[in-house]
């Protein structure tokens, strides 16, 4: 039996299901209950997957079976889950090396898409709590959200509650603390209202605002578990993020990394001092910045070579425009960024950006959103 492997059964409450293991498994130990009815169970077995299709997310592939899938890393089918068409039946195969921590990345999965069908979001952010309410920071890795979540724990005494994929009940606005995690390692068992979302930009003076709900549910859509091996279950998590994203305060936030920045998000946030809605835009892709003896160079390429005949000149107030216009922007926040990066007194900086702005539209480089 290997050290992992449970003599009697374990239960674990994560949000609103409960788990009955054959398996201890390492970090939903703060997530163990007394025994109780469990929705779902979790058992070990010896057999072998039969062949199918599979679809590929991220490490993991999901080969589709008559009654459900078989999960397992790209490394090889030796290990992997069973999860039966309703989540409800899950069955660990090993080849004798049997254990909990291995076991925990496909768990996951199976629990995040029954807790999808039940009205709740697994979202990729850190979160800390704050007076009894819970602050998530989301944004692609590297960006830094784990830095923002760093600030606010050393300069507002915040605590961490999860370093990545927490849950959200789309029906309550509740924050619930899961049993897996980021390299934090952060396991907290808590239920607490959520307070706010907030989508992280890099950013050298700090500037908020609050997204639309088109704009809220875009970052969402990139942001939250979809498990698209499972239409049926994709498709009412789609539902789920349009809810979270009409429902949700959610902002968009430049800088934020210091202590300083994050006591004036915090006021910021409390006070309802951030920027209203405000239409985004972005740069067309198939173009190219080039630095050719001190001047920049707006260049197609591929395809809109032909069809865009030409290139325009820039100087590099407009190529920085144009490098914060690779991701959705807006104006206001445009106009920030020129003016923590350059002295230039704002009259002048608006004009110069109005300008610039009519002419990438007039030239059709610009995709509004």
């Known amino acids: 039996m290997s050290k992992h492997e449970a003599k009697s059964s374990i239960y674990y409450r994560i949000a609103d299901v409960t788990l009955r293991s054959e398996i201890a498994l390492p970090s939903f130990a703060a997530f163990e209950v007394p025994p109780a009815d469990a929705e779902v169970t979790l058992t070990l077995t010896d057999e072998?997957?039969?062949?199918g299709s599979e679809i590929r997310s991220g490490s993991i592939l999901h080969r589709k079976l008559a009654d459900g899938w078989f999960c397992h890393t790209v490394a090889g089918d030796d290990e992997g889950l069973f999860i039966s068409r309703d989540y409800a039946t899950l069955r660990y195969r090993a080849e004798g090396r049997a254990g909990g921590w291995s076991a925990q990345r496909y768990v996951r999965l199976a629990l995040e898409?029954?807790?999808?069908?039940?009205?709740?979001?697994?979202?990729?952010?850190?979160?800390?709590?704050?007076?009894?309410?819970?602050?998530?920071?989301?944004?692609?890795?590297?960006?830094?959200?784990?830095?923002?979540?760093?600030?606010?724990?050393?300069?507002?005494?915040?605590?961490?509650?999860?370093?990545?994929?927490?849950?959200?009940?789309?029906?309550?606005?509740?924050?619930?603390?899961?049993?897996?995690?980021?390299?934090?390692q952060c396991f907290r068992n808590v239920r607490i209202p959520l307070n706010t979302i907030c989508e992280v930009r890099r950013g050298k003076a700090l500037h908020g605002r609050r997204l639309s709900q088109p704009q809220s549910r875009r970052l969402l859509m990139r942001q939250c578990f979809l498990p698209m091996w499972d239409t049926e279950t994709a498709v009412i998590q789609m539902r789920n993020i349009l809810r979270l994203s009409r429902d949700a305060r959610i902002l968009r936030v430049f800088g934020g990394r210091s202590s300083g920045d994050a006591k004036r998000l915090y006021k910021m946030i409390r006070k309802h001092s951030y920027h209203k809605e405000e239409?985004?835009?972005?740069?067309?892709?198939?173009?190219?910045v080039r630095r050719l003896v001190g001047e920049y160079v707006l260049m197609p390429i591929d395809e809109n070579i032909a069809a865009f005949n030409g290139a325009v000149m820039l100087n590099s107030v407009s190529a920085f425009i144009w490098e914060k216009l690779q991701?959705?922007?807006?104006?206001?926040?445009?106009?920030?960024?020129?003016?923590?990066?350059?002295?230039?007194?704002?009259?002048?900086?608006?004009k110069d950006l109005?300008?610039?702005?009519?002419?990438?539209?007039?030239?059709?480089?610009?995709?509004?959103?």
Do not use: N
């Open 354 to 369: 109005d300008a610039l702005l009519a002419e990438l539209t007039r030239l059709g480089l610009i995709e509004q959103g």
């Open 327 to 350: 991701q959705e922007i807006s104006r206001s926040e445009l106009l920030a960024a020129v003016l923590a990066e350059f002295e230039v007194d704002e009259e002048t900086a608006a």
């Open 113 to 184: 898409c029954l807790l999808a069908r039940r009205g709740f979001v697994s979202i990729h952010a850190a979160a800390v709590e704050l007076d009894g309410e819970a602050y998530l920071f989301t944004a692609p890795s590297g960006v830094g959200k784990s830095t923002r979540a760093r600030a606010w724990i050393e300069s507002l005494g915040a605590c961490l509650v999860s370093g990545d994929r927490p849950l959200i009940c789309v029906e309550t606005m509740e924050f619930f603390g899961v049993p897996w995690d980021g390299k934090e």
């Open 48 to 51: 072998k997957a039969p062949a």
């Open 279 to 288: 239409p985004d835009m972005k740069a067309k892709p198939g173009f190219t």
